[in-house]
Protein backbone atom coordinates (compact mmCIF):
# COMPACT_ATOMS: atom_id res chain seq x y z
CA UNK A 1 0.00 0.00 0.00
CA UNK A 2 1.41 3.26 -0.75
CA UNK A 3 0.98 5.96 1.92
CA UNK A 4 -1.44 7.96 -0.25
CA UNK A 5 -3.81 5.52 -0.56
CA UNK A 6 -4.36 4.74 2.90
CA UNK A 7 -7.86 5.45 3.39
CA UNK A 8 -8.23 8.51 6.22
CA UNK A 9 -11.11 9.33 9.04
CA UNK A 10 -10.41 12.66 10.44
CA UNK A 11 -12.84 12.52 13.58
CA UNK A 12 -13.49 16.10 14.76
CA UNK A 13 -12.73 18.03 11.27
CA UNK A 14 -14.74 20.64 12.16
CA UNK A 15 -12.97 21.25 14.99
CA UNK A 16 -9.53 23.35 16.08
CA UNK A 17 -7.32 20.25 15.32
CA UNK A 18 -9.37 18.72 12.65
CA UNK A 19 -9.41 21.79 10.72
CA UNK A 20 -5.39 22.05 10.86
CA UNK A 21 -5.26 18.11 10.03
CA UNK A 22 -6.91 18.69 6.94
CA UNK A 23 -4.88 21.69 5.72
CA UNK A 24 -1.99 19.33 6.45
CA UNK A 25 -3.36 16.74 4.59
CA UNK A 26 -4.15 19.58 1.57
CA UNK A 27 -0.56 20.55 2.06
CA UNK A 28 0.41 16.78 0.98
CA UNK A 29 -1.92 16.30 -1.86
CA UNK A 30 -3.71 13.93 -0.21
CA UNK A 31 -6.69 12.74 -2.40
CA UNK A 32 -10.20 13.66 -1.45
CA UNK A 33 -11.23 10.32 -1.86
CA UNK A 34 -9.28 8.87 0.76
CA UNK A 35 -10.44 11.19 3.19
CA UNK A 36 -13.56 11.01 5.56
CA UNK A 37 -14.31 14.02 8.10
CA UNK A 38 -16.49 12.91 10.82
CA UNK A 39 -17.69 14.90 13.27
CA UNK A 40 -20.88 14.79 15.63
CA UNK A 41 -24.35 14.21 14.17
CA UNK A 42 -24.54 18.13 14.81
CA UNK A 43 -22.92 18.81 12.05
CA UNK A 44 -23.86 16.15 9.07
CA UNK A 45 -23.37 17.25 6.11
CA UNK A 46 -21.74 20.11 6.36
CA UNK A 47 -19.40 20.78 3.50
CA UNK A 48 -15.62 21.74 4.03
CA UNK A 49 -13.91 22.65 1.25
CA UNK A 50 -10.87 20.79 0.45
CA UNK A 51 -8.43 22.33 -2.72
CA UNK A 52 -10.85 21.93 -5.54
CA UNK A 53 -13.17 19.26 -3.71
CA UNK A 54 -15.86 19.84 -0.63
CA UNK A 55 -15.64 16.76 2.03
CA UNK A 56 -18.74 16.16 3.42
CA UNK A 57 -19.39 15.70 6.86
CA UNK A 58 -20.80 12.62 8.30
CA UNK A 59 -21.33 11.49 11.50
CA UNK A 60 -18.58 9.14 13.72
CA UNK A 61 -20.26 5.95 14.08
CA UNK A 62 -18.87 2.79 14.25
CA UNK A 63 -20.12 1.44 11.30
CA UNK A 64 -18.27 4.08 9.54
CA UNK A 65 -15.23 3.38 10.22
CA UNK A 66 -15.26 0.24 7.67
CA UNK A 67 -12.62 0.19 5.32
CA UNK A 68 -10.98 3.15 7.26
CA UNK A 69 -6.82 2.32 7.34
CA UNK A 70 -6.04 5.24 9.85
CA UNK A 71 -8.74 7.30 12.17
CA UNK A 72 -7.07 10.77 13.79
CA UNK A 73 -9.28 10.79 16.56
CA UNK A 74 -9.57 15.07 17.80
CA UNK A 75 -12.85 15.33 19.76
CA UNK A 76 -12.95 15.03 23.73
CA UNK A 77 -12.22 11.47 25.77
CA UNK A 78 -15.20 9.66 25.82
CA UNK A 79 -15.65 10.09 21.87
CA UNK A 80 -12.10 8.29 21.42
CA UNK A 81 -13.24 5.85 24.49
CA UNK A 82 -16.76 4.88 22.43
CA UNK A 83 -15.43 5.02 19.11
CA UNK A 84 -11.21 3.73 18.64
CA UNK A 85 -12.14 -0.10 20.11
CA UNK A 86 -14.31 0.43 16.77
CA UNK A 87 -11.73 1.52 14.77
CA UNK A 88 -9.37 -1.13 15.96
CA UNK A 89 -11.63 -3.99 15.77
CA UNK A 90 -12.21 -2.99 12.20
CA UNK A 91 -8.90 -3.44 11.14
CA UNK A 92 -7.60 0.29 11.15
CA UNK A 93 -5.23 2.23 13.37
CA UNK A 94 -6.52 4.72 15.74
CA UNK A 95 -3.78 8.32 16.25
CA UNK A 96 -5.65 9.85 19.15
CA UNK A 97 -6.14 13.16 20.02
CA UNK A 98 -6.82 13.27 23.15
CA UNK A 99 -6.10 11.59 26.80
CA UNK A 100 -8.27 9.06 27.16
CA UNK A 101 -5.43 6.67 26.07
CA UNK A 102 -2.03 8.07 26.84
CA UNK A 103 -0.81 6.44 30.12
CA UNK A 104 -2.00 3.27 28.84
CA UNK A 105 0.84 0.85 29.51
CA UNK A 106 0.27 -0.96 26.29
CA UNK A 107 -0.60 2.80 24.01
CA UNK A 108 2.56 4.47 22.83
CA UNK A 109 2.53 8.05 23.40
CA UNK A 110 4.75 9.34 20.46
CA UNK A 111 6.65 12.36 19.28
CA UNK A 112 8.62 10.51 16.57
CA UNK A 113 11.80 12.70 16.96
CA UNK A 114 11.92 11.90 20.40
CA UNK A 115 10.77 7.91 20.60
CA UNK A 116 9.39 7.60 17.31
CA UNK A 117 10.91 3.65 17.55
CA UNK A 118 7.66 3.48 19.98
CA UNK A 119 5.42 3.10 17.73
CA UNK A 120 6.67 -0.52 16.84
CA UNK A 121 4.65 -2.14 19.88
CA UNK A 122 1.32 -0.46 19.09
CA UNK A 123 -1.75 -2.42 19.48
CA UNK A 124 -4.23 -0.75 17.49
CA UNK A 125 -3.92 2.84 19.29
CA UNK A 126 -1.12 5.36 19.49
CA UNK A 127 -1.78 8.68 21.58
CA UNK A 128 -0.17 12.02 20.67
CA UNK A 129 1.15 13.85 23.82
CA UNK A 130 -0.66 16.79 25.67
CA UNK A 131 0.29 20.11 23.02
CA UNK A 132 2.50 21.32 25.94
CA UNK A 133 4.47 17.58 26.68
CA UNK A 134 5.52 17.71 22.46
CA UNK A 135 7.70 20.89 22.75
CA UNK A 136 9.04 20.29 25.94
CA UNK A 137 10.18 16.56 25.58
CA UNK A 138 11.64 17.58 22.00
CA UNK A 139 13.86 20.34 23.48
CA UNK A 140 14.70 18.25 26.48
CA UNK A 141 15.44 15.05 24.25
CA UNK A 142 18.08 17.62 22.68
CA UNK A 143 19.85 18.50 25.90
CA UNK A 144 19.72 15.16 27.66
CA UNK A 145 21.58 13.54 24.66
CA UNK A 146 24.63 15.29 26.09
CA UNK A 147 24.16 14.67 30.08
CA UNK A 148 21.17 13.22 32.03
CA UNK A 149 18.50 15.26 32.72
CA UNK A 150 18.02 15.68 36.77
CA UNK A 151 15.23 17.78 37.35
CA UNK A 152 13.08 20.03 35.50
CA UNK A 153 10.93 22.96 36.38
CA UNK A 154 8.26 24.11 33.66
CA UNK A 155 5.86 27.29 33.46
CA UNK A 156 3.80 27.72 30.81
CA UNK A 157 2.08 30.13 28.74
CA UNK A 158 -1.00 28.54 26.64
CA UNK A 159 -3.07 29.79 23.65
CA UNK A 160 -6.41 29.63 23.82
CA UNK A 161 -7.02 27.35 20.77
CA UNK A 162 -5.28 24.50 23.24
CA UNK A 163 -9.06 24.17 24.34
CA UNK A 164 -10.54 24.54 21.44
CA UNK A 165 -12.52 26.61 18.62
CA UNK A 166 -15.31 27.82 21.29
CA UNK A 167 -12.51 29.32 23.25
CA UNK A 168 -11.07 30.96 20.68
CA UNK A 169 -14.58 32.49 20.16
CA UNK A 170 -14.57 33.53 23.46
CA UNK A 171 -11.51 35.37 23.34
CA UNK A 172 -12.34 37.35 19.92
CA UNK A 173 -15.83 38.19 21.67
CA UNK A 174 -14.23 39.09 24.88
CA UNK A 175 -11.59 41.61 23.10
CA UNK A 176 -14.69 43.01 20.77
CA UNK A 177 -16.68 43.82 24.02
CA UNK A 178 -14.25 45.14 26.07
CA UNK A 179 -13.02 47.41 22.66
CA UNK A 180 -16.40 48.84 22.19
CA UNK A 181 -17.03 48.97 25.95
CA UNK A 182 -19.86 46.00 26.65
CA UNK A 183 -20.38 43.97 29.06
CA UNK A 184 -17.98 40.74 28.76
CA UNK A 185 -19.76 37.72 29.06
CA UNK A 186 -17.75 34.67 30.47
CA UNK A 187 -18.41 30.59 29.50
CA UNK A 188 -15.63 28.85 28.32
CA UNK A 189 -12.81 29.63 31.29
CA UNK A 190 -13.66 30.25 34.78
CA UNK A 191 -12.87 33.99 34.33
CA UNK A 192 -12.66 36.26 31.52
CA UNK A 193 -9.38 35.72 29.49
CA UNK A 194 -9.15 38.53 27.34
CA UNK A 195 -6.68 40.77 29.18
CA UNK A 196 -6.28 38.29 31.63
CA UNK A 197 -4.06 35.47 32.78
CA UNK A 198 -5.61 32.55 34.51
CA UNK A 199 -3.21 30.24 36.45
CA UNK A 200 -5.28 27.17 35.51
CA UNK A 201 -5.39 24.75 32.97
CA UNK A 202 -7.97 22.24 33.36
CA UNK A 203 -9.59 21.55 36.96
CA UNK A 204 -7.70 20.95 40.30
CA UNK A 205 -6.83 18.17 41.57
CA UNK A 206 -6.29 17.93 45.78
CA UNK A 207 -2.29 18.10 45.61
CA UNK A 208 -2.80 21.73 44.28
CA UNK A 209 -2.09 20.34 40.42
CA UNK A 210 -4.09 20.95 38.04
CA UNK A 211 -4.70 17.67 35.54
CA UNK A 212 -3.05 19.51 32.82
CA UNK A 213 -0.01 20.00 35.25
CA UNK A 214 -0.35 15.91 35.89
CA UNK A 215 -0.20 15.26 32.19
CA UNK A 216 2.64 17.25 31.48
CA UNK A 217 4.69 15.54 34.08
CA UNK A 218 3.81 11.83 33.20
CA UNK A 219 3.71 12.01 29.97
CA UNK A 220 7.08 13.70 29.36
CA UNK A 221 8.43 11.00 31.74
CA UNK A 222 6.70 8.23 29.36
CA UNK A 223 7.94 9.67 26.40
CA UNK A 224 11.62 10.12 27.49
CA UNK A 225 11.36 6.68 28.89
CA UNK A 226 12.77 8.59 32.74
CA UNK A 227 9.74 7.40 35.08
CA UNK A 228 11.43 9.04 38.29
CA UNK A 229 12.29 12.32 36.51
CA UNK A 230 11.65 15.13 38.72
CA UNK A 231 9.26 17.75 37.13
CA UNK A 232 7.37 20.40 38.60
CA UNK A 233 4.74 22.51 35.95
CA UNK A 234 2.50 25.59 36.41
CA UNK A 235 -0.08 26.40 33.47
CA UNK A 236 -1.26 29.05 32.12
CA UNK A 237 -4.09 30.64 29.96
CA UNK A 238 -2.92 33.31 28.17
CA UNK A 239 -5.05 35.54 25.85
CA UNK A 240 -3.50 34.34 22.79
CA UNK A 241 -5.17 32.94 19.66
CA UNK A 242 -2.58 30.38 19.17
CA UNK A 243 1.00 29.03 20.26
CA UNK A 244 1.63 28.06 23.52
CA UNK A 245 5.10 29.15 25.23
CA UNK A 246 6.77 27.83 27.92
CA UNK A 247 9.40 29.20 30.01
CA UNK A 248 11.82 26.05 31.15
CA UNK A 249 14.65 25.30 33.79
CA UNK A 250 16.28 22.40 33.35
CA UNK A 251 18.97 20.24 35.40
CA UNK A 252 21.76 17.96 34.35
CA UNK A 253 24.23 15.73 35.49
CA UNK A 254 26.94 17.85 33.86
CA UNK A 255 27.18 21.09 33.11
CA UNK A 256 26.13 22.25 29.70
CA UNK A 257 27.54 25.33 28.34
CA UNK A 258 24.90 27.82 26.57
CA UNK A 259 26.68 27.39 23.20
CA UNK A 260 26.77 23.75 23.40
CA UNK A 261 23.15 24.04 24.52
CA UNK A 262 22.37 25.98 21.36
CA UNK A 263 23.96 23.37 19.01
CA UNK A 264 22.08 20.51 20.45
CA UNK A 265 18.85 22.33 20.14
CA UNK A 266 19.83 23.48 16.24
CA UNK A 267 20.77 20.40 15.48
CA UNK A 268 17.83 18.27 16.60
CA UNK A 269 15.08 17.65 13.97
CA UNK A 270 12.30 19.78 14.50
CA UNK A 271 13.71 22.03 16.29
CA UNK A 272 14.55 25.55 15.32
CA UNK A 273 16.97 27.67 17.46
CA UNK A 274 15.43 31.67 17.20
CA UNK A 275 18.22 33.27 19.73
CA UNK A 276 19.31 36.57 19.27
CA UNK A 277 18.44 38.44 22.54
CA UNK A 278 20.04 41.74 21.82
CA UNK A 279 18.00 41.96 18.81
CA UNK A 280 14.91 41.36 20.79
CA UNK A 281 15.17 38.26 18.47
CA UNK A 282 13.63 35.19 20.53
CA UNK A 283 10.31 32.41 20.09
CA UNK A 284 6.78 34.38 20.04
CA UNK A 285 3.86 32.58 19.44
CA UNK A 286 2.89 35.35 16.64
CA UNK A 287 5.55 33.93 14.92
CA UNK A 288 5.44 30.13 15.66
CA UNK A 289 1.88 30.15 14.91
CA UNK A 290 1.81 28.39 11.28
CA UNK A 291 5.15 27.22 11.41
CA UNK A 292 5.98 23.48 11.86
CA UNK A 293 9.48 23.66 13.97
CA UNK A 294 9.39 24.06 17.71
CA UNK A 295 11.43 27.55 18.27
CA UNK A 296 13.60 27.54 21.36
CA UNK A 297 15.43 30.93 22.41
CA UNK A 298 16.72 32.97 25.42
CA UNK A 299 19.18 30.01 26.10
CA UNK A 300 20.95 30.67 28.52
CA UNK A 301 23.07 28.89 32.11
CA UNK A 302 20.68 28.72 35.15
CA UNK A 303 23.20 31.46 37.46
CA UNK A 304 21.00 29.47 40.12
CA UNK A 305 22.52 26.30 39.14
CA UNK A 306 25.90 24.55 37.98
CA UNK A 307 24.21 22.38 35.72
CA UNK A 308 21.37 24.21 35.05
CA UNK A 309 20.12 25.60 31.46
CA UNK A 310 17.40 28.15 31.08
CA UNK A 311 15.07 28.65 28.08
CA UNK A 312 12.23 29.77 26.36
CA UNK A 313 10.07 28.36 23.87
CA UNK A 314 7.41 28.89 21.16
CA UNK A 315 5.37 26.15 19.53
CA UNK A 316 2.30 26.29 17.38
CA UNK A 317 -0.24 24.49 19.23
CA UNK A 318 -2.39 23.34 16.44
CA UNK A 319 0.67 21.90 14.07
CA UNK A 320 3.18 20.20 16.00
CA UNK A 321 1.32 20.21 19.21
CA UNK A 322 -1.37 18.03 17.78
CA UNK A 323 -2.38 17.44 14.01
CA UNK A 324 1.20 17.63 12.12
CA UNK A 325 2.62 15.12 15.16
CA UNK A 326 -0.47 12.96 14.25
CA UNK A 327 0.58 12.98 10.65
CA UNK A 328 3.96 12.55 11.57
CA UNK A 329 3.52 9.31 13.78
CA UNK A 330 1.69 7.98 10.50
CA UNK A 331 4.50 8.40 8.64
CA UNK A 332 6.25 6.52 11.27
CA UNK A 333 4.07 3.46 11.58
CA UNK A 334 4.38 3.75 7.58
CA UNK A 335 8.02 3.62 7.27
CA UNK A 336 8.18 0.87 10.05
CA UNK A 337 5.62 -1.34 8.53
CA UNK A 338 3.37 -0.98 11.35
CA UNK A 339 0.35 -0.33 9.79
CA UNK A 340 -2.71 -2.99 10.74
CA UNK A 341 -2.50 -5.34 7.25
CA UNK A 342 0.11 -3.23 5.41
CA UNK A 343 1.95 -7.19 5.05
CA UNK A 344 -0.96 -7.87 3.80
CA UNK A 345 -2.00 -5.18 1.02
CA UNK A 346 2.19 -4.02 0.34
N1 LIG B 1 -6.29 22.21 20.55
C1 LIG B 1 -5.07 21.75 20.80
O1 LIG B 1 -4.06 22.48 20.80
C2 LIG B 1 -4.90 20.29 21.09
C3 LIG B 1 -3.64 19.77 21.13
C4 LIG B 1 -3.47 18.41 21.41
C5 LIG B 1 -4.58 17.66 21.61
N2 LIG B 1 -5.81 18.19 21.55
C6 LIG B 1 -6.96 17.33 21.77
O2 LIG B 1 -7.67 17.22 20.56
C7 LIG B 1 -9.05 17.03 20.83
C8 LIG B 1 -9.88 18.02 20.03
O3 LIG B 1 -9.49 19.33 20.36
P1 LIG B 1 -9.99 20.59 19.51
O4 LIG B 1 -9.20 21.71 20.07
O5 LIG B 1 -9.97 20.34 18.05
O6 LIG B 1 -11.54 20.71 20.00
P2 LIG B 1 -12.77 21.46 19.32
O7 LIG B 1 -12.32 22.61 18.50
O8 LIG B 1 -13.71 21.74 20.43
O9 LIG B 1 -13.42 20.39 18.32
C9 LIG B 1 -14.04 19.23 18.81
C10 LIG B 1 -14.42 18.33 17.65
O10 LIG B 1 -14.95 17.12 18.18
C11 LIG B 1 -16.16 16.81 17.47
N3 LIG B 1 -17.05 15.99 18.26
C12 LIG B 1 -17.72 16.33 19.39
N4 LIG B 1 -18.51 15.30 19.79
C13 LIG B 1 -18.33 14.31 18.90
C14 LIG B 1 -18.87 13.00 18.77
N5 LIG B 1 -19.73 12.50 19.65
N6 LIG B 1 -18.45 12.26 17.72
C15 LIG B 1 -17.58 12.73 16.81
N7 LIG B 1 -17.04 13.96 16.89
C16 LIG B 1 -17.40 14.74 17.92
C17 LIG B 1 -16.75 18.16 17.18
O11 LIG B 1 -17.71 18.02 16.17
P3 LIG B 1 -19.03 18.96 16.10
O12 LIG B 1 -18.58 20.22 15.40
O13 LIG B 1 -19.99 18.16 15.28
O14 LIG B 1 -19.48 19.18 17.50
C18 LIG B 1 -15.50 18.92 16.73
O15 LIG B 1 -15.18 18.61 15.39
C19 LIG B 1 -9.19 17.12 22.35
O16 LIG B 1 -9.18 15.82 22.89
C20 LIG B 1 -7.95 17.85 22.77
O17 LIG B 1 -7.57 17.50 24.09
C21 LIG B 1 -6.01 19.48 21.29
Same mark, same amino acid.
Given at each position: ???????????????????????????????????????????????????????????????????????????????????????????????????????????????????????????????????????????????????????????????????????????????????????????????????????????????????????????? +? &???? @??? /?? !????? =??????? *???????????????????????????????????????????????????????????????????????????? +? &???? @??? /?? !????? =??????? *??????
Amino acid at each position: MTEQNIRIAIVGATGAVGTVALQLLKDRDWPAENIVAMASYRSVGKEIPYGDSVLTVVEATPDAFDGINVAFISADSSVSKALAPEVVSRGGLVIDDGSAYRMEPNVPLVVPEVNGADVEWHEGIISIPNCTTTPLAMALAALQAESPLTRVTVATYQAVTGTGASALQELKDQSAAIANGNEVSVEVYPHQIAMNVLPQVDDFQPDGYTNEEHKMINET +R &KILH @LPD /LP !ISVTC =VRVPVPV *GHSEAVHAEFANPISAERARELLGNFPGVRVVDVPNASVYPMPHTSAGLDEVQVGRIREDLSHESGISFWLSCDNL +R &KGAA @LNA /LQ !IMDEV =VTRNRLP *GAAATA
